[in-house]
């Protein structure tokens, strides 16, 4: 099974994906009867809607981890982040528990289960 990470700053609140409709002057990426789906059923801020998707993907079998650091805004410094260190162990993990055999039984190898949702500016 493909594992996930989805990593996020608590202050990282704007999400200017979801107020423009794709029939606004300006373009977007959602129509409006996407947007309100998206609103209902994940929320508006970022570490919301990342948390209300993990959980969906983790009830559907997915293996999904979700990081929201506390504080943390858009703009924050990436080298020596603590974030930067939980991306990079959990890549690490990953890569050390995969077996490359195609063997799921120790949450490496083939298969897997990745949706992309939403993506993120």
């Known amino acids: 099974m493909l594992s996930t990470i989805f990593f996020v700053g608590s202050e990282n ?8 409709p794709t029939d606004s002057n300006d373009g977007g990426l959602f129509s409006q009867a996407q947007i ?6 994940f929320g508006y801020e970022q570490p919301e809607i990342l948390q209300e998707q993990s959980d969906l993907l983790n009830e559907i ?10 504080g ?10 603590q974030m930067k260190k939980d991306v990079f162990a ?19 190898g083939g298969g897997g289960c990745y949706i992309d949702i939403l993506r993120y500016q």
């Open 13 to 20: 609140i704007d999400n200017n994906i979801l107020d423009r």
């Open 36 to 41: 309100d789906f998206i609103l209902d059923q």
């Open 61 to 70: 079998g997915c293996n999904v981890t979700v990081k929201i650091y506390d």
């Open 72 to 81: 943390v805004g858009h703009d924050y410094e990436w080298n020596d982040s």
């Open 90 to 108: 959990f890549f690490a993990q990953q890569i050390e528990s995969s077996t490359g055999d195609g063997d799921d039984s120790n949450g490496g």
